[in-house]
């Protein structure tokens, strides 16, 4: 069974960086034909919308308009983990963050929107103060 699991949210003022991890478990990162993981957020009064992810495909992450420049993302193989990296945080960043993945055969671009994603962690709060 997949398991995903968030770490690392919390408040933090505007201009600031916050670092959130995923560990992954029911899978590897090494071993899976395939796998598309990456970060969600919920924001109070809006639909859940795609972040950041990447894929084993060989294609390019998706990342949200709204991140570009500001979030990167990174994978640990050894620890099977994902990490989100958010830099020069806006108060419009709040939300609650989740972690995804599937394991079909699919391409980053999947995150456009959350109908793809098979697997999600419970979310972490992230809360950027101006």
């Known amino acids: 069974e997949v398991q995903l699991v968030e770490s690392g949210g919390g408040l933090v003022q505007a201009g600031g960086s916050l670092r959130l991890s995923c560990a992954a478990s029911?899978?590897?990162?090494?071993?899976?034909?395939?796998?598309?993981i990456g970060w969600f957020r919920e924001a109070p009064g809006k639909e859940r919308e795609g972040v950041l992810c990447?894929?084993?495909?060989?294609?390019?992450?998706y990342y949200a308009d709204s991140v570009k420049g500001r979030f990167t993302i990174s994978s640990d193989n050894a620890k099977n983990t994902v990490s989100l990296q958010m830099n020069s945080l806006k108060p419009e960043d709040t939300a609650v963050y989740y972690c995804?993945?599937?394991?079909?055969?699919?391409?980053?671009?999947?995150?456009?929107?959350?109908?793809?994603?098979?697997?999600w962690g419970k979310g972490t709060l992230v809360t950027v103060s101006s």
């Open positions: 995804a993945a599937t394991i079909r055969p699919a391409r980053a671009t999947i995150c456009i929107n959350d109908h793809g994603m098979d697997y």
């Open positions: 029911g899978f590897t990162f090494e071993d899976s034909a395939y796998y598309v």
């Open positions: 990447i894929s084993n495909s060989g294609d390019r992450p």
